[in-house]
């Protein structure tokens, strides 16, 4: 159990562009889901933590208006990386955790290259 | 707010040699702590994890934590590793009351026949 899926696994986009990616709890609801980005061969630093039904809380230094996230029910979180430039090109990591249990699933992960 | 080292970038072995990988963190309340491995272009799968109790933890793989508090450690061992533990490994720490993690700057872990 516990079976987070992330979608898509590699996207490829222009400049200018968005792009969503999407985070799903398979077999759990999720209470509260995360996300990351993990520059090569770093680790990962936290962008944002969501709840089902309310507004993200953003780390500091992580531009709201620039990773839109959403968590419209309690299996599915996504973010959307707006107007996405060659510097937001990173790989993006989701969890997601389960009522009562402090254990981040974490999903495959979405390497986004922006060209 | 809780900080996690990781103590050594970069650990090389041979394939059946022990392995362990060091970690220390500080915090000023009590904390969980994980560790989570990372193979290439994936995403991170729990190893183990401290949350109470027994201070030996064994997880997947053959692999096992001791908690330490009084050297606020957790270090990760292996008896005997193989080829196919050839990844990054992250240790990890939370607050007992918030769920969100403190990753170390991870430690790959390159295993040679």
């Known amino acids: 159990g516990a079976v987070v899926s992330q979608h898509p696994s590699w996207v490829i986009c222009k400049s200018g562009t968005s792009v969503k990616i999407e985070c799903r709890s398979l077999d759990f609801q999720a209470t509260t889901m995360f996300w990351y980005r993990q520059f090569p061969k770093q680790s990962l630093m936290l962008m944002a933590t969501s709840n089902e039904g309310s507004k993200a809380t953003y780390e500091q230094g992580v531009e709201k208006d620039k990773f839109l996230i959403n968590h419209a029910s309690l299996t599915l979180s996504t973010l959307t990386v707006t107007s996405a430039h060659p510097e937001d090109s990173s790989f993006y990591i989701c969890?997601?955790?389960?009522?009562?249990?402090?254990?981040?699933?974490f999903g495959a992960g979405t390497r986004l290259s922006v060209l | 707010a809780q900080s996690v080292t990781q103590l050594d970038s970069q650990v090389p072995v041979f394939e059946e040699a022990p392995v362990e990988l060091r970690c220390n963190y500080s915090s000023s309340v009590s904390v969980y702590l994980f560790w989570y491995v990372q193979y290439p272009n994936q995403g991170l799968q729990l190893l183990l994890k401290y949350l109470s109790g027994s201070t030996l933890v064994k997880g997947i793989n053959g692999f096992e934590a001791e908690f330490n508090k009084s050297q606020t450690s957790f270090h990760l061992r292996k008896p005997s590793v193989h080829i196919s533990d050839t990844a990054e490994y992250f240790c990890?720490?939370?607050?007992?009351?918030?769920?969100?993690?403190?990753f170390g700057a991870g430690t790959t872990v390159t295993v040679r026949a």
């Open positions: 969890s997601a955790t389960r009522d009562g249990e402090n254990i981040q699933y």
């Open positions: 990890a720490v939370s607050h007992r009351n918030d769920y969100k993690l403190s």
